[in-house]
């Protein structure tokens, strides 16, 4: 049986601005959203540091504490030779408890 999971995703706005402006307000890039995840597609789990600056510069919404981590979860689908990748908030350490609690391991 296929496991999944909830995480938080953080993503870029579509109606967002590519442009930095000087208006903090304006900045506001990101959102955040659930997002369920097939376990099974997990290729690999890191830390995104890169998530770190963008919330120093004021990109990430208000409401995340500033000593929030962020990983990146690479996807592959099986049958498909594809593969995506997204960014979730939380330390890639605690995402693989979390993974392995739902996997009952």
């Given at each position: 049986?296929?496991?999944?999971?909830?995480?938080?995703?953080?993503y870029e706005s579509s109606g967002a601005s590519k442009k930095v402006e000087t208006n903090k307000e304006n900045n506001k890039r990101y959102s955040l959203r659930d997002?369920?995840?097939n376990t099974n597609n997990i290729a690999s789990i890191c830390e995104d540091t890169a998530y770190k600056q963008k919330q120093k510069i004021g990109y990430l919404p208000d409401n995340l504490d500033e000593r929030q981590s962020?990983?990146?979860?690479?996807?592959?689908f099986s049958g498909n030779l594809s593969a995506a990748s997204i960014v979730v908030i939380g330390d890639p350490?605690?995402?693989?408890?979390?993974?392995?609690?739902?996997?009952?391991?």
């Open positions: 049986m296929k496991q999944f999971i909830k995480l938080v995703e953080i997002v369920i995840i962020f990983s990146r979860i690479q996807l592959n350490v605690l995402i693989f408890q979390k993974i392995n609690e739902t996997d009952g391991k």
